[in-house]
């Protein structure tokens, strides 16, 4: 319902249909939560594709590697997550250091409305042959090769709100990382196991 | 302006902006008098009003997929009430074993709902204290201090979203739930693997629900000044007196119980509600008509609900019912207390959904009622996480939407987030030197409620939410930026 914001699940459809499931999970998402953390846990890659407002023009895809996840997320938290902030969220919470890459795109509209504008639909697959390339990559890498028992993920978002997050988080990827540790005074105990 | 910085002042303004860790943007006003004191506050909604417009034109069979739309939150509670603003318009009976399907799928949303917001949006506050710097006020810093906690709140809000996802074939924006029934019937493959994964569900909710009530204590001044007044509580219960989601009838009382609607048709709403409007915010002040505006002030949602009702109505969650009553009292008034509300209903959630689905004939294939245009208006009425939920339809003979009114839970609770605000400013905000802390405690109790304003606007999309304090002459003195 807002234009080219669709272009995340329009990517995930086609890949879909072209990738063997044995190859990749494709998941088409409204918004990146918390409870995505699990699936990412479980898999070596994971490649968001979302739409993007930040300028840049129309239809134009880019790839970007989302780097280390620790200590990435330290802003504030909203009813979704960054890309990066699944990636910390499955280190932290699941032990686990998947790699994680934004294939993105730059809008031309999100105004209400069905239907992607011309430049971004004709960079649906311009996206989803980045995506399977990444994959390919991953997979043909001696270190991929070696460690690779699972097959890759990609996780698709769409929505107005997470395409403007996911890119915030990527475009923060060169920041210093915030202290994180920095814990604030503690007014409660912790819970605990039973 | 930065995340978490406080910026702009001058000397005789404050903004904060945006308030964070809910649902979509707004802004809260805080106007200082002459001596620094706070003389009003105001929470406002600065969005317009959309998918009431966006329907308009549509086919009535495509509403509730249509309105699902309006947040990714809690698509399901607007796809339950739009399908029986639909059921009436088509004029069918849903099958019993739809209206059960409906039900445990309302109630897998409460749980992933409430999930989000105590673990992910308040347990920063909660854990880590509301006065911690906010880069580590967050789901991260609940991981790095209590994981297990994290944990707890993943899994829950995974066991509610899978459920939705095995009842509906998607996570997010299921078309399921259809005018007439559901559009497939459960499978017991399905059924089998839902009641699997009640009795881990369950421990969660309750390891989690014995820490707050540990902690209780400790949250003693927020208890007494978040949102901590009288009001009427408004909502749905069946007719033996329980909790009521996905159906029921309306029951309002008020701060002492006193019974003022009970057993009336919730489609009749508007003999019940009237709506006021403010210049300064786009979402509309509901208030009970009977009482007048701004004195039908009245609460919905998980503490209006365990206050209307009798019980919830499984074992469990009346015993938890039973102690939360005997620790605050019969019918606690603080917003604080949202929160051990919120995990209450996640263990009852939990146990209808287990009860539910243990009936065989939950299997039932005659799973929907088929039948053209019969009416020209529908009303559908539900409880949706934050509270209860109106869609109200007008179709042309064709089936052609013509009008859409949506009372949201959010909207519902505008007079009482304002008010609320009022109270939390006026205790810890004196003149323009506030800290972190106090900034937070205003957003806070805004969390409370958890208020889910692209609901509460039908806006499409998210919005920014800022936090502005105003000087005696209007000037702004501050602002802070998330």
């Not at chain 2, 749980?111 to 580590?136: C, E, I, K, R, Y």
């Not at chain 2, 009336?264 to 509309?284: F, I, M, T």
């Amino acid at each position: 319902l807002r234009g080219d914001d669709g272009f995340g699940q329009e990517v995930a459809a086609l890949l879909s249909e072209e990738l063997p499931a044995s190859t990749a999970t494709v998941l088409s998402l409204h918004q990146l939560t918390p409870e995505l953390a699990v699936e990412v846990a479980e898999h070596q890659l994971v490649v968001f594709v979302d739409a993007a407002c930040d300028g840049r023009r129309g239809g134009s895809v880019s790839v970007e590697w989302l780097g280390t996840p620790k200590g990435q997320l330290a802003s504030s938290f909203w009813h979704f997550l960054t890309a990066r902030g699944v990636l910390a969220l499955a280190g932290e919470l699941y032990g686990a250091q998947p790699r994680g890459a934004l294939v993105s795109v730059g809008v031309e509209t999100t105004d209400p409305g069905t239907g992607l504008s011309p430049s971004v639909k004709a960079a649906v697959p311009v996206a989803a042959q980045a995506v399977t390339d990444i994959l390919r990559e991953a997979a043909s890498a001696r270190s991929w090769a070696a460690t690779a028992a699972t097959a890759a993920t990609v996780a698709t978002a769409a929505t107005a709100a997470t395409g403007v997050s996911a890119v915030t988080g990527a475009s923060q990827a060169g920041r210093p990382a915030a202290p994180r540790r920095a814990k604030g005074k503690r007014k409660v105990k912790c819970p605990t196991q039973s | 302006m930065s995340k978490g910085a406080t910026s702009e002042h001058n000397n005789s303004e404050i903004v904060i902006e945006p308030v964070t860790r809910i649902e979509g943007h707004a802004k809260i006003t805080i106007q200082l008098d002459d001596a620094g004191e706070v003389a009003d506050a105001r929470f406002h909604v600065t969005q317009v009003r959309g998918f009431e417009r966006i329907a308009q034109g549509r086919p009535v069979h495509e509403m509730p997929s249509l309105m699902a739309r309006i947040c990714g939150i809690c698509p399901v509670s607007h796809m339950v009430a739009s399908a029986k603003a639909c059921d009436e318009i088509l004029g069918v009976s849903v099958p019993p074993v739809a209206v059960l399907l409906r039900r445990v799928m309302n109630l897998a949303q409460v749980v992933q709902s409430h999930a989000l917001n105590f673990f992910h949006l308040s347990s920063p506050d909660l854990l880590l204290g509301f006065d911690s710097p906010p880069a580590n006020r967050n789901i991260l810093g609940v991981a790095d201090s209590a994981p297990e906690l994290a944990r707890d709140g993943i899994a829950l809000r995974r066991f509610g979203q899978q459920i939705i996802e095995r009842l509906g074939g998607r996570r997010i924006h299921p078309a399921w739930i259809v005018p007439g029934g559901v559009s497939a019937p459960l499978e017991a493959s399905q059924r089998d693997a839902i009641l699997a994964e009640v009795p881990d569900a369950r421990a969660r909710a309750v390891r989690t629900l014995r820490w707050f009530k540990e902690n209780l204590a400790s949250w003693a001044e927020e208890v007494a000044r978040f949102g901590n007044f009288p009001t009427l509580y408004l909502g749905l219960v069946h007719e033996t007196g329980n909790a009521a989601y996905s159906d029921g009838a309306l029951r309002v009382v008020d701060a002492r119980g006193k019974v003022l609607v009970d057993g009336a048709d919730p489609r009749l709403y508007w003999d019940y509600l009237g709506e006021a409007v403010e210049p300064w915010s786009y979402l509309k002040f509901p208030y009970f008509l009977p009482l007048g505006y701004p004195e039908g002030i009245y609460r919905v949602g998980p503490l209006a609900r365990l206050n209307i009702v009798d019980q919830l109505g499984t074992p469990e969650a009346d015993t938890e019912l039973d102690e939360y009553r005997a620790r605050l009292g019969r019918y606690p008034s603080s917003s604080f207390h949202y929160h051990y509300a919120r995990l209450i209903e996640i263990v009852h959630c939990v146990d209808m959904i287990e009860e539910i689905l243990s009936d065989p004939s939950i299997l039932d294939h005659h799973v929907r009622a088929k039948a053209a245009v019969n009416r020209s208006e529908g009303v559908g009425v539900s409880e949706a996480p934050r509270g209860t939920l109106v869609h109200h339809y007008r179709v042309d003979e064709d089936g052609l939407v013509e009008w859409v009114n949506l009372m949201i839970a959010t909207g519902h609770n505008n007079l009482a987030m304002n008010r609320s605000v009022l109270q939390v400013a006026r205790h810890y905000i004196k003149g323009e030197q506030v800290k972190e802390g106090m900034f937070n405690r205003v957003e806070g109790v805004i969390r409370a409620f958890d208020p889910c304003l692209s609901c509460s606007t039908h806006a499409v999309g998210q919005m920014p939410l800022q936090l502005d304090i105003v000087g005696a002459d209007g000037a702004m003195l501050r602002q802070v930026v998330r």
